[in-house]
Every structure is written in structure tokens, then in C-alpha cells.
């Protein structure tokens, strides 16, 4: 009995160290929030862009961007990133007919590690 709890945990040794080392894509994005501050409806939709490194040891796939609004439009990389290498998400936000404060995000699902990222745009709309 002895004997297979000594082999038992070596096997559990064995797989941890597997699994640390598994080959996998990562999205690091070094910010998650842009504030566009004050914006004027009349002067119509802003873009901001989100940077990203793929920090995994295999390439990158964004499956989806889904943004909480359809006054927000994200548009992302369709090709895969290769590890070590950056990629961009550019948010274009349209103000009209939504005067005041705001707050979206954007669902970026890839097949990384952490498989959904959340950025957030936030930011004050002035009426026409």
C-alpha cells in the first residue's frame, strides 16, 4: 500500500509539472479601460485601440468580440497571432442620440489560457 501512495504521488508530480509546461496562447493586454472623457454628439463616433501581446507559447485566436451595445463596434485580428507578437481591437463608439454618461464593454474571446477578456470604454456624452 505503501508502495502505490509513493507511486501515486509521483504521478501527481508528474502531471503538475506537464501541465505548467502544456503549450498554450495568452492575450495580455496591458490596459482594459479607455475613458474618452467629454464627447460631443455632433462631432459623431470615436475610436480608441486596445493593444495586446500574445504572451502564450502557441499562437493566438480571437474567436469572437461581442460589445454589450450595438452603438459600440469592435473589429479584430481574423488571422492568428503568433506568441510574442501584438495585435490590436479597435472600439468605435457612436454618441448620437445618447447624450450622458456611458459605460460598454466588449466580450473578447480567444482560445487562450483565460479564455474571455472584458474591456471596458466609458466616457460623457454632450448633446447636440
Do not use: W
Not at 21 to 32: G, H, K, N, S, V
Amino acid at each position: 500500500m505503501k508502495r502505490l501512495s509513493v507511486i501515486f504521488a509521483t504521478l501527481l508530480v508528474v502531471l503538475a509539472a506537464t501541465a505548467a509546461t502544456a503549450d498554450y496562447a495568452q492575450a495580455t493586454f496591458p490596459e482594459l479601460t479607455h475613458d474618452f472623457g467629454t464627447i460631443k454628439e455632433a462631432k459623431g463616433p470615436v475610436t480608441t485601440t486596445f493593444e495586446f501581446v500574445n504572451t502564450g507559447n502557441k499562437p493566438l485566436i480571437i474567436v469572437e468580440a461581442m460589445a454589450s451595445c450595438g452603438c459600440t463596434r469592435p473589429e479584430y485580428p481574423t488571422r492568428p497571432i503568433k506568441p510574442g507578437k501584438k495585435g490590436k481591437i479597435s472600439v468605435t463608439y457612436s454618441p448620437i442620440g445618447r447624450p450622458g454618461a456611458f459605460r460598454k464593454t466588449i466580450k473578447v474571446k480567444t482560445n487562450g489560457r483565460e479564455r474571455v477578456t472584458t474591456l471596458t470604454i466609458t466616457g460623457t456624452v454632450v448633446p447636440k
